[in-house]
């Protein structure tokens, strides 16, 4: 059973141009949840997902932040015109349903130059 | 509001035992134990609900007072690979996770 999936691993962006994160969950499981951590810092949530519905984003900014789970493909987190402050290690994590552990992906760095 | 980890930081011998504790002002449903190695992902360790139910690796053992929404990590007789930081991630209603700042873990043979 492969585990969660993200791409790409690393990922350079300058000042002002866009960022998308792929997150491909578990299989069997639909909710998705993304994670921010910053150099040396822990796990900040941003957004909680099921299949085509975002059920929580009380931790995503409300500018230059979106996310989104359709009904078929991965996960995408998408940041535009990124800022340097947007650096960081993005992780997603995915479970069967809500109430249970959650398992994260190996994370997106992304770096901005 | 952010859980309260303690100890900030850890260093064992190989064989050593640790105790990692979790506090939270808030009423509880879960209490989720990780560990991260550096440049890693967050690896799951143990989930504890309320109500008693536990699930993770039968090597590692933990607790959920419920009443002082508390929890603990134990980890004994240490070994090397058991470095890393530790994370507590709690939930209010079983969903996003609020972590810690973490406990990091030294071990040394």
């Known amino acids: 059973n492969a585990g969660v999936m993200q791409n790409p691993r690393h990922l350079v962006r300058r000042r002002g141009q866009e960022a998308r994160l792929r997150c491909s969950p578990m299989?069997?499981?639909?909710?998705v949840y993304w994670y921010r951590q910053l150099p040396e810092e822990g796990l900040k949530f941003m957004v909680y997902?099921?299949?085509?519905?975002?059920?929580?984003e009380s931790g995503m900014p409300k500018e230059r932040f979106s996310a989104e789970f359709p009904k078929e493909g991965p996960s995408i987190l998408r940041i535009q015109q990124v800022v340097r402050g947007d650096s960081a290690a993005y992780f997603c994590?995915?479970?069967?349903?809500?109430?249970?552990?959650?398992?994260f992906g190996p994370g997106t760095r992304l770096t901005v130059l | 509001q952010q859980p309260v980890q303690s100890p900030q930081a850890v260093i064992l011998r190989e064989g050593e035992d640790a105790v990692i504790n979790c506090s939270s002002s808030?009423?509880?449903?879960?209490v989720h134990w990780y560990r991260q190695k550096h440049g890693e992902a967050p690896v799951f360790l143990m989930i504890?609900?309320?109500?008693?139910e536990q699930k993770g690796h039968d090597k590692i053992s933990a607790s959920f007072n419920e009443k002082k929404q508390q929890s603990s990590l134990y980890l004994t007789a240490s070994q090397l690979s058991y470095s890393g930081t530790y994370f507590c991630?709690?939930?209010?209603?079983?969903?996003?996770?609020?972590f810690g700042a973490g406990t990091i873990l030294r071990v040394k043979s």
């Open positions: 994590a995915s479970s069967p349903a809500s109430y249970n552990e959650q398992f």
């Open positions: 299989k069997g499981h639909s909710h």
């Open positions: 997902l099921q299949k085509e519905n975002i059920i929580d």
């Open positions: 808030k009423a509880l449903y879960s």
């Open positions: 504890l609900l309320k109500g008693g």
């Open positions: 991630g709690t939930s209010e209603y079983g969903n996003k996770l609020v």
